[in-house]
């Protein structure tokens, strides 16, 4: 009747050119992005080089897995790059032994071996997470300024407990996290990628996925609706700590190294691969593969400009512009979408 | 509808046809991406004229508004004003047209006080300094004529929402405009802040105003308009003079079909026992929430299949005694019982799992997810139901959507459409639904009507009934009388935070409520000395 034909607007017979476009422009922004690089320089389609740029982004790729649930729920997360450099010394710490031998070099068998390494960093990641989870959601404090707190707080703690030193070399079986590979494909790679799978399902086929949609699409609703609003919200930067003490261990294996001012500017390129992958900042809408996407995107601009001998400082204008971009184009498209 | 000729038109009443037309639309067609909403509709507004623009929901009278306000433009047709063409590009060139827009949010600034909001942008003094004291002196000017007794410097916060309004009447006076367009204005009011705002429209009427009013409830349009359009389906239906017609037939123009008696008489069917119990709810105000209504020593009850109404003015108290009783708010002391075993809830999940669900008042705000697909708005609540652990398992939630939009006849493409996008009607089934899934013992369904089309009142009502017959036990709360009158057995009215009486819906009249909700002595015997 009358209106349920108003009510169904773009759901008929004609395809809605625009709003495919508006829904896959990352995807397709992405795909003209690497024609274009594969046209001007020919090294760029190699697999070494695309392996390469994978690897790259798979320490921020997987800290944007876990950056999407934060900011599905309308929050933020600016202590990502700090709370990588904090869990990674205590990570290396671990791996060499505890805090006294954390500066010997090369002493192979003295350490903690590196699954205890990994529980470290993860833990630590965990605990910075729940923390600022419950001052977002008790001290009812807005996730910006916490996290902000955070930012500061976990550098200064990363500084304290390195003291001025590096931590470095770590028996192989560590650095293999960083450095490996299985076939042709880098170990951090298949942790990035399985980590985006496993948030994929999470957030699509799981209760508490629907329900981190839910909390951030409008927390009033949620709450009436019987949900736990503080303990969604709580988890989420669980869950961004969790990824962050990941990759905090994979970034030390990679480098053979933990210092305090590692995943310095992380922040940025972690949020602004998430929005370039189309999750709103105001909640409630996006997707894992967005997210990765996004990553990548970042990942292969910035190798391409490499490629092209564009100056580094360049290359920063240049994803400054793209991130302003891409949230400008999410508004617009929205506007256009929206009925009546 | 859409084959109607619109041969109205020129069958214009004799005294607005002589006198020169304020507004004359004319031929305005709009599309959206994937959607026609306007197709070559008309409007005219005479000089010193109320006129009411009609429609069901998505009939597109916001559309229409949009392209005369300026927000919108038009794919076709034109505008004329006092006989010259018009075109605006944005709302600015409206404004300064003398056509002043008031929507239904509103869109004042609330930290700023009532004089800032009406002369915000063009506040008197040099260029650099604000004179302060003309800008009260103007705004008193202004509020003075519109009955808007408060302090200029006010901030609009601290104002309810009918002063709220008067606000933006000031600022549409405040810019001299001759034409006031206003989208359903007495939505959020209560019935005596509708009485005064239909005052303050008469009195710009006789200053030689003109107002666009839009409106769901016809019996304002009868009180207060002159001349009516209506629009159904993007189309022009219809105009005339309001004195020359009546209810029903506005009624068959807007739904394009016959909705039957809409509220007729209904026995009151026999109920079971008691389901909820409340006794001495109390809730007072404290320093971390001043504004918040009183509730003192509430105590009603609800019976298993039966529907209970609970009627009062905006302020009275429903609202908060539905939300304490759901656990969203806290209270003072009081007590709950359900099925006669008493329960304390901590919080709506406990609610719910006592079998108590709540529709709230505001749907978009506080019940819908927009954004999200319908299956997630139907089934957000019920994730127990389709779950297999961690995981939902679709093909279970498929079968609850079907189910549901079946029995509550949704209209939708598909489940998997944004919510935002289906009609008012459409939106508040899906949360009816939602609660519906649960099985509720008792349903509270707080204003469960408001800004849907007069087609999909009536079914929302008959919804509510079958509900009650099921053995359910439905509260409802409603500003509309006509609407507690349709569905209630019972009525229980409350004002300033207290029970002022109830009554059996046989023996209720609007009158009878309305005095029983505005005095506090039990009110039967007034009843006659009403309004």
Known sequence: ?340 | MSALPNTRLSELPAESAAGRLILKMTGISKRFPGVRALENVHLEVGPAEIHALLGENGAGKSTLLKILSGAHAADAGTIELFGQPVTFATPHDAQRAGIVTIYQEFTLAPDMSIAENVFIGREPGSKLFVSWRRLADDTRAITDRIGLKRDPMTPVRDLSVAEQQLVEIARALSMSSRLIVMDEPTSALSETEVANLARIIRTLKAEGLSIIFVTHRLEEVFRLCDRYTVLCDGHYVGSGRVADTNVDAIIRMMVGRDVGALYGKRPIPKHGPVALEIEGLTRRRNARDPHAIELVDVSLRAHHGEILGLAGLVGAGRTETARAIFGADKFDHGAIRIDGKPVHFSGPRDAMTHGIGLVPEDRKKQALFLRLAIRTNMTIAAQDQISRGWFIDERREDALVDEFRRQLSIRMASPDQAAGLLSGGNQQKVVLARWLALRPKILIVDEPTRGIDVGSKVEVHNLLIEMAKSGIAVVVISSELPEILAVSDRIVTMREGRVTGEIARTDATQEILMAMMTDQRGAGDRAASAQ
């Open chain 1, 1 to 340: 009747m009358t209106e349920a034909r108003i009510a169904e607007p773009g759901e008929g017979k004609g395809v809605d050119v625009f709003g495919f476009v508006a829904r896959f422009a990352p995807t397709l922004f992405l795909i003209a992005l690497m024609a274009l690089f594969a046209v001007i320089e020919p090294r760029f389609l190699s697999s070494i080089n695309l392996f390469n740029v994978m690897r790259q982004v798979s320490i921020t790729g997987l800290l944007a897995v876990g950056m999407t649930f934060v900011i599905l729920t309308a929050g933020i997360d600016l202590s990502v790059g700090s709370l990588v450099a904090f869990a990674g010394l205590v990570a290396a710490a671990v791996a060499k032994g505890g805090m006294e031998n954390r500066f010997t070099v090369g002493e192979a068998g003295v350490g903690y071996g590196w699954e205890l390494a990994a529980i470290a960093a993860i833990a630590v990641g965990l605990i910075c997470g729940y923390l600022q989870g419950l001052a977002i959601t008790r001290l009812k404090v807005p996730p910006f300024v916490v996290t902000l707190g955070g930012m500061s707080a976990f550098r200064g703690a990363a500084l304290l407990f390195a003291a001025g030193g590096p931590i470095s070399g770590f028996e192989p079986s560590f650095t293999w996290w960083g450095q490996g590979k299985i076939g042709p494909v880098p170990i951090p790679v298949v942790i990035f990628l399985s980590a985006a799978a496993l948030a994929h399902i999470t957030l699509r086929y799981t209760r508490y996925g629907r329900q981190v949609y839910a909390v951030g699409g409008n927390p009033e609703a949620a709450r009436l609706s019987g949900l736990n609003v503080n303990r969604i919200i709580a988890s989420v930067y669980v869950i961004m700590g969790f990824f962050a003490g990941l990759g905090s261990f994979v970034l030390a294996a990679r480098l053979n190294s933990a210092e305090a001012v590692a995943g310095t500017g992380y922040e940025l390129t972690v949020i602004a691969s998430v929005v370039i992958g189309g999750t709103s900042l105001f909640g409630g809408s996006g997707t894992i593969f967005g997210t990765v996407v996004g990553t990548i995107l970042i990942g292969v601009l910035l190798n391409g400009l490499v490629l092209m001998n564009v100056s580094s400082y360049i290359q920063q204008i240049i994803i400054g512009v793209i991130i302003v971009l891409a949230v400008a184009f999410d508004t617009f498209a929205k506007s256009r979408r929206r009925k009546l």
